[in-house]
């Protein structure tokens, strides 16, 4: 499986409770903060959660 990277790029104020824990589950805690997760239905399950708060980049190296 490749490694995702995350960087969230908005802020989650004005957000629902869930996506806030969401990118705390990601351990994303600000704007400009970045995490590496193995890529899995789940990761993807999050991500489109709150797909307009971060960027995923894919590491297949």
Do not use: Y
């Not at 869930?18 to 704007?31: D, E, Q, S, V």
């Not at 590496?36 to 590491?59: A, K, T, W």
């Amino acid at each position: 499986m490749s490694k995702l990277t995350i960087t969230q790029v908005r802020s989650g104020i004005g957000t629902q409770k869930r996506h806030r824990g969401t990118l705390r589950a990601l351990g994303l805690r600000g704007i400009g903060t970045t995490a590496e997760h193995q890529d899995s239905p789940v990761l993807q399950g999050m991500l489109r959660m709150v797909s307009r708060l971060v960027r995923v980049e894919r590491n297949d190296g």
